[in-house]
């Protein structure tokens, strides 16, 4: 088995993700993460659950974490965005 | 010890969220959980990582569920959202 594939969620349309996620899970690999920060991460959301709903039913969360990165803005100044990480795995049926 | 107390998190200012935290934390609960859909999702993130980080650093994220709810659009015909739970609780010091 390969390691854990990542995933970066950012603005394109959810289902470039779906696609993405379908694709390294067509690899012998473990999980999936998918990462995202700020208000990319509800789309983060939305990719685990089309994917889970309409094509991979035996797609389970094995873990969600949060927290908070610092980051610069376009001022170059340091601010606090939240970041989340989910993990999915695939049930072997 | 009461029930958990739950937050729906909506479209106001998230500190609205960081104080309704503080506030159910200030009454005998055991946990807090914050409720979003869709967009909110992201808000709700923010809202239990800026409580932890500026407020209440021995708040601790006891679980994280996301899943998928049918509910009517404007015109009426039902369509699904993410939605998400964060489970907050206090670490006793």
Redesign the interface.
């Known amino acids: 088995m390969e390691d854990d594939a990542v995933i970066f969620i950012g603005d394109k349309p959810v289902m470039n993700y779906v696609l993405a996620v379908m694709t390294q899970f067509n690899k012998p690999i473990a999980s999936v993460i998918l990462k995202a920060r ?5 789309r983060a ?2 990719t ?2 089309i994917t889970r ?1 309409r094509f991979m039913p035996n797609l389970t ?1 094995k873990n ?1 974490i ?3 990165e610092s980051i610069p803005n376009e001022e170059g100044k340091m601010v ?1 965005v ?1 970041s ?1 990480e ?1 993990i999915l795995t695939k049930q072997e049926s």
């Open positions: 700020g208000r990319a991460i509800s959301v939305d685990a659950e709903n969360v969600i949060i927290g908070t606090n939240s989340m989910i």
